[in-house]
């Protein structure tokens, strides 16, 4: 296929491509823009090279990440909340010839063998007019996107061009494609969230408005001032938006939040439900490029809490032991960089093992309960903390309730669960309302209230680092 | 990727498929149609064959259409208008296993090796559960449409599900999507603009409205009080259209007539801008599995005559020698059936040569001059019949005049002109007008008074016929 970016610079020179708070660019802007990137780096690296980039959410750092898939080369996009150690990890790992930074990211921790300029250096390098790659071979990888792995080696998730084009075809075939359309992007760029806007973008020839920090107000603001069709949100996301001004100030062009990053509880869904404020439901990974379940619009408000049916070009099944979701797609990542046995691991019969164990209602909804890593054994029964979770969440929504486990002699494991915010129940009320609503050995024995929970990079949280004495001092 | 007919089933079971006067059925009733289908014809037939099908727009021919491609059969679609001599030519060329045809159109030449059924005999052969295609593979051919060639032995166009696909989605991409979308097809199913709208129904899950004959009152009345979003049109339809009700009486939801099948005069679309009836002209053919090049919403207005841009999957440049248009593009057929000479000869480096000439503006748009094969010399001058065409219009746009070539012992060739209509000017106008807004060598020497042009069964007009005595018969 043509070159995705000089295919829109062909096609709608003059049509919006990015903006943010402080600036507009046009397709034909963007490009050369890029082009200017281009000419900056093309002395410095090859193409077929892997070059990180560590960037927050502005315009350079978007660029900079354009200006490299024109060069040919495969970007390793870094995680701006990992630690300096992680990072250097993730470095080493993909063997990057350069490492290109966001002047406040500066890594000082760097192998001095790793080339490491800042966007402002970039900008200092002598210029050559680059030749840009003519086409995006489907089955070349593009990016890298690190995993945020619990231990050990870190995988790197191979994405092709081909992986990208499916993924953005598989959401245009849900939420539909309007030549207005206007994405707010103020999920990060180097997670697949962000990378899928900027490829939609690329593909749709759509414009993408981007945020770097989520402040509830300011995108408020944006909802309401500004033609947005379309917002990517996790659920931490949804609720400071819910908590602000309500849908019918919006724009009149917006169409729906689009939903991802774990699950959410019904009652915040049911209130979106109330104020017709259109959520669809997502559910996806890096390795699958993005959403490969989804609600519709149509099926939203009857399915509240299931993450939808697969889309268009994903295939889907349980497996028949464990349930654990199964997917087959064109956008299914290749592997992991350098990894054929986690690779292989991964796969079963040409199935990605996606780690969530499942359930299909009669008509093919997928609802999610939990992460098979996540299930504990109890006296011989699964227990899914999801599950318990969602049964408290019903009755005190505005409370968070994160359910984790601890070894018990006689029963092997049992559930403890952890309490943030404020007027929070006592353990006898939370004890009897667990007795009324869930099998006796689905109660939590403990509760504990806890000032934050542990999360990764992405915002989820981080359930298995709750088994740490310090989010277990103050029992309720 | 999974099949297409029960993605939708899965997806969409609710959902209108398709539509006609008589009768509705959602995706579920669609597929236990087809199921049925397919249960009368797996002992009939084997995954692999070949197996023509001749029939009108009607829901039996759509439904049995979509059964062959569930056993994983290859469809060759012939053209109802075709002479029985034509299709028995194309039977034997295809080699296929069997031929199902309408009870109307049953052939009664046909060669006795090749076993004939009616629709209405094959819903009375025995039943049995047949199994149907898992997956539609990309690169299998699914079809075959044979262009409405000339002389000699006819070309089978192989279309694979990549070709489908790609097409649906270069087709999404430049008028977009949207869930309410309903597609009038009164254009038949066995050419590419009307197979091209069935395998959108599947891809995107989508409404086709189906229409056997076209007459302009009865689509009117179908654009009026139903909620038809998208027709594709030929210009004979359009312009029987517009003499029709105005725009201000359609159906809200009407979104824009898809123009293909040849070019279409400027004053017509003058009209139609007018009127703010959205038309997006498109050029494409049965080689690309439909539109390759369209204009889209915000430019149509602006580059009336214009064919438009490539579209998103499509790579486009002209041979900088002769002009041809050539293409690149994921729905380009991979060939014509046993033909590797013919193919070999369509290509050039991996371009396919389109055989029409054309020209770019400075905005990158698309203009088409004509058929290579149309082009003459006079005088050394290359002459295009379709730019003379172009300007007799402009000034008699309710008059159909088409030019074609005679040979010329001293010019080599000079243009001739044919006329249809009433009240047709007199030659000493027709000649002064030419000499007027054309090079002298331009303007035709005769010009002939004919009851109806000589077409393909596609509507095209036979240019090259018009050399026969008997449209020179009423000089004016």
């Known amino acids: ?91 080493a790992d993909a063997q990057v010839a350069l490492c290109l930074v966001a002047p406040e990211l500066h890594l000082s921790q760097l ?32 990016t890298i996107m690190y995993t945020s792995g619990t231990t050990g080696r870190p995988k790197g998730v191979l994405q092709t061009f081909q992986n990208h084009f499916y993924s953005a075809m598989g959401s245009a075939l849900n939420l539909g494609l309007a030549a207005q359309d206007n994405w707010l992007c103020a999920v990060p760029l180097f997670h697949i969230s962000g990378f899928s806007i900027m490829m939609r973008g690329l593909i ?62 019904c009652p915040t869904l049911t209130v979106c439900q109330q104020r017709h404020l259109p959520v669809i439901q997502s559910y996806g990974m890096t390795e699958t490029a993005s959403q490969v379940v989804a609600l519709n619009f149509a099926d939203a408000p009857h399915k509240i809490g299931s993450v939808g049916k697969p889309l268009f070009p994903v295939q889907l099944r349980l497996d028949s032991a464990t349930q654990e ?30 780690g969530d164990i499942g359930w299909l209602d009669a008509d093919g909804f997928l609802f999610i309960k939990g992460r098979q890593g996540d299930m504990f054994i109890s006296g011989g029964e699964n227990i899914f903390p999801a599950e318990i979770e969602a049964v408290y969440q019903q009755q005190w929504p505005q409370i968070n309730l994160v359910v ?11 559930p403890i669960a952890f309490l943030q915010g404020d007027g929070l129940p006592d353990h006898a009320t939370l004890q009897a309302y ?9 109660v939590p024995v403990h509760f504990y209230q806890v000032p934050h ?8 949280i981080q359930r298995h680092r709750l088994a740490e004495p310090q989010f277990q001092q103050q029992p309720l």
Request: include cysteine; hydrophobic fraction near 40%.
């Open 1 to 91: 296929m043509e070159n995705w970016l000089q295919k829109q610079i062909q096609l709608a020179p003059h049509h919006l491509a990015l903006q943010t708070a402080n600036r507009q660019l046009t397709f034909a802007e963007l490009g050369a823009d890029v082009q200017g990137w281009c000419d900056h780096l093309t002395t410095l690296v090859n193409a077929g090279q892997r070059i990180a980039v560590l960037t927050p959410n502005t315009i350079a750092g978007y660029e900079i990440i354009l200006a490299l898939q024109q060069l040919d080369c495969t970007l390793v996009l870094l995680n701006r909340r990992l630690a300096a150690t992680e990072l250097v990890l993730q470095l």
């Open 111 to 142: 192998d001095p063998t790793v080339q490491q300029l800042t966007f402002t250096q970039l900008a200092q390098q002598p210029c050559r007019p680059a030749s840009l790659v003519a086409e995006f071979t489907p089955e070349k990888v593009t």
């Open 204 to 265: 749709y020839g759509m414009t993408v408005t981007l945020v770097d920090h989520f402040e509830a107000p300011v995108i408020t603001h944006w909802l309401r001032t500004q033609p947005i069709t379309i917002m990517s949100v996790v659920p931490t996301m949804l609720k400071a938006l819910l908590a602000s001004t309500p849908w019918q100030d919006y724009h009149p062009a917006f169409r729906c939040f689009l939903l991802g990053g774990g699950p959410i509880d």
């Open 325 to 354: 979701v199964l997917i087959k797609a064109p956008n299914l990542s290749p592997g992991y960089w350098q990894q054929p046995l986690k690779t292989a691991a991964s796969r079963t019969d040409g199935w990605f093992k996606t």
């Open 404 to 414: 984790s486990h601890q070894a018990d002699a006689h029963w092997g494991a049992v």
């Open 434 to 442: 667990g007795r009324q609503h869930l099998a006796h050995y689905k």
């Open 453 to 460: 929970f542990p999360r990764t990079a992405s915002g989820k």
